[in-house]
């Protein structure tokens, strides 16, 4: 069967190239692009910061789940259902103005004999940014999907691999290392960066926190000069272009694990 033709990818090209000519030749455009496009940084950090962090995290969950000890699997089980059952906004909310106290609570209690020594100050809320309250949030909510899509992908692999591995004389980590996960990453792969795509999306929710994201600096500066539709046309094009140029080299690279399995 012959390959169709993107002709919504040249649909979209068509709209950036003008969006991008406009921004270059109205100063109104412009002026929204500038202001909007300072906090491309922080909406940058914010999900390779919390995507690493959730990946790592999900990992651990992943293997939990998948332990021989019924503890570990049912705590795991209990924290992929809980938390993919809170929204990621009420979430966030709770992380930072219920976990984040409780959490300076604890290290307060821990760290009493020191404070009443005078060796340390107490540690304060205010101690810990908005801006990693939200990456927390972001860590502990995806997390969860991660850790199910690491589950899945690990099982994928032949129970054969795993047996012939055994004979060989290799350890719990030996197995895993050199042939669980080489063959399970193809897997793993498509659905992980799926995730990166949308976790990039759900950064712009930092912004309920005053975090100075894109979102955030598109939603100030339309308050204050009331074009509501410059700005946030500005936004989504910045959005756009993170999440359609990512979705489609993540693409080229699953094409290219493709052909180097198949080869």
Do not use: C
Request: cysteine-free.
């Amino acid at each position: 069967m012959s390959r169709e033709f993107p002709w919504w990818l040249i649909a979209l090209a068509t709209i950036a190239v003008g969006l991008a000519v406009l921004i270059a030749v109205n100063d109104l455009y412009s002026r929204v692009f500038t202001v909007v496009a300072a906090g491309i940084g922080v909406t940058i950090f914010v999900t390779i910061v919390g995507f690493v962090l959730a990946t790592l995290v999900g990992l651990g969950v992943a293997l939990m789940a998948l332990s021989r000890r019924q503890v570990l699997r049912q705590v795991a089980r209990f924290y992929t259902e809980v938390i993919r059952g809170i929204p990621v906004l009420v979430l966030l909310f709770y992380i930072a103005f219920v976990g984040t106290p409780a959490l300076v609570w604890l290290i307060n209690l821990v760290l009493t004999p020191l404070i009443s020594a005078g060796a340390m100050e107490p540690v304060l809320v205010r101690d810990l940014s908005l801006m990693w309250r939200a990456i927390i949030a972001l860590t502990i909510g995806y997390s969860a999907f991660i850790a199910e899509v690491f589950r899945a992908g690990i099982q994928s692999v032949d129970r054969g691999q795993v047996e012939a591995a055994e004979a060989l004389g290799l350890n719990r980590f030996q197995r895993f290392r050199l042939v669980v996960f080489p063959q399970a990453i193809r897997t793993i792969l498509p659905p992980l960066g799926n995730d990166f795509v949308a976790m990039i999306k759900d950064s712009s929710l930092v912004s309920v926190l005053g975090v100075q994201d894109i979102t955030q600096m598109g939603k100030v500066y339309a308050s204050g000069s009331f074009r509501f539709f410059e700005t946030y046309s500005i936004v989504a094009y910045i959005y756009l272009l993170l999440t359609i140029g990512l979705s489609l080299a993540l693409r080229g690279l699953e094409k290219r694990l493709r052909r180097g399995h198949r080869g």
